[in-house]
């Protein structure tokens, strides 16, 4: 069985006027990229390739991601059963969502891209509003690199959990960096 780090790219979002706030029905994917520990490989598929992405999701023992709880796992549960056929619970499956962890520890949720800049002295190669701009665009390849991307840091933070059992999460109001301890679940790992 696989751990997959993964996340989900849509070519629109809650905030557009067409879709209204938390309307998952109406968000289209775009792009997934996926992150697989036994193949040591990336994937990026298109909004066509969902049957293979799931495929692939099927041989998973771990799912991890960044807020993959709120977004990615219900957008994609969707996706699956409208444009494959047939569902695939992600909720069934074993999930790391790093966000929750963050703020079941702290009261709050912090940007991956600040998580990353404070852990891996890297941030994001883009914002994630710019993601649908660049579906528009036909600027597919730009897309896939940035949502690549986020799965890179996602998976190297996730890997920094596992191992170091912390993050530094900078304070709002100073942004000195303050260790934030977690408890391994050894179920996970």
Known sequence: MDTLVFDVETVN?????????????ALKISVV??????????????????????????????IVGFSINRYDVPVLNL?????????LNLFSLER??????IELVTGRRISLGLLAEANLGEGKSGQAS????LYR????????????KDVELTKRLYDLYKTQKYFLIPDR??????RVDF?????LF
């Open 13 to 25: 979002f809650f905030t557009d006027p067409e879709v209204g706030w938390n309307n998952f029905e």
């Open 33 to 62: 990229s996926v992150y697989s520990y036994l193949e040591d490989k990336y994937y990026c598929f298109d909004e066509h390739e969902l049957g293979a992405l799931k495929e692939l999701m099927r041989k998973a023992r771990l």
């Open 79 to 87: 996706a699956f059963k409208r444009v494959v056929g047939d569902e």
């Open 96 to 101: 790391l969502d790093l966000l929750d962890e």
């Open 130 to 133: 710019e993601a649908g701009a």
């Open 137 to 148: 665009e036909g600027k597919i390849e730009e897309l896939k690199a940035y949502c690549t």
């Open 173 to 178: 109001d100073t942004d000195e960096k303050k």
């Open 183 to 187: 408890i391994k679940n050894a179920a």
